[in-house]
């Protein structure tokens, strides 16, 4: 059994139209429900092998934030620019390569990616994964390439406005 816990990145700035979408930092809204995430998933006592975040600046920095928040070592964290605006089958087909050896992993990217990777990997209907929504997802294989369609349960899904 493994474990992939998908997070779109927090709420990004568009205060600098000259800025690079790449480049995007996070807003003070970004700043505030990254860290309240990261306390939700601390409460959950998840302990993820890996962080694998695309290295924009707005997925990074909310993967920073919330090893932070769970006690992950930041200099553990890993990027793959393919990542960065990937779509469903773009995702499948990193999380497939994943090293067997891990069974937990956290991925931090983007929507709409993130959003259709979630519906075509469960049988669950997620109309829009919010920023900073976290969607954690069993999987009934004992290897990263044996991942299929459908094949997922969503273990839980949270976004930062969840019971407000």
């Not at 990254?34 to 306390?39: E, F, H, K, T």
């Not at 979630?118 to 390439?145: E, M």
Request: aromatic letters at 8%.
């Amino acid at each position: 059994m493994k474990t992939l816990i998908l997070v779109r990145h927090a709420k990004s700035s568009w205060d600098d139209p000259y800025l690079s979408d790449f480049d995007r930092p996070l807003n003070s809204r970004g700043q505030r429900d990254a860290p309240r995430m990261a306390r939700r998933l601390k409460e959950k006592e998840l302990a993820p092998d890996l962080l694998l975040s695309s290295p924009a600046v707005r997925a990074l920095t909310t993967c920073e934030i919330i090893a932070n928040g769970i006690g992950y070592a930041e200099k553990n964290i890993k990027t793959d620019k393919a990542i960065y605006h990937a779509s469903d089958e773009a995702l499948l087909e990193i999380v497939q390569q994943l090293d067997d050896k891990l069974d937990m992993v956290m991925l931090f990217g983007h929507n709409p990616g993130l959003t259709e990777f979630v519906n075509h990997l469960t049988k669950s209907r997620i109309d829009n994964i919010p920023t900073c929504g976290i969607v954690a997802i069993n999987l009934p294989v004992n290897h990263w390439r044996e991942l299929n369609w459908k094949s997922g349960k969503v273990k839980f899904f949270d976004f930062p406005k969840k019971d407000v």
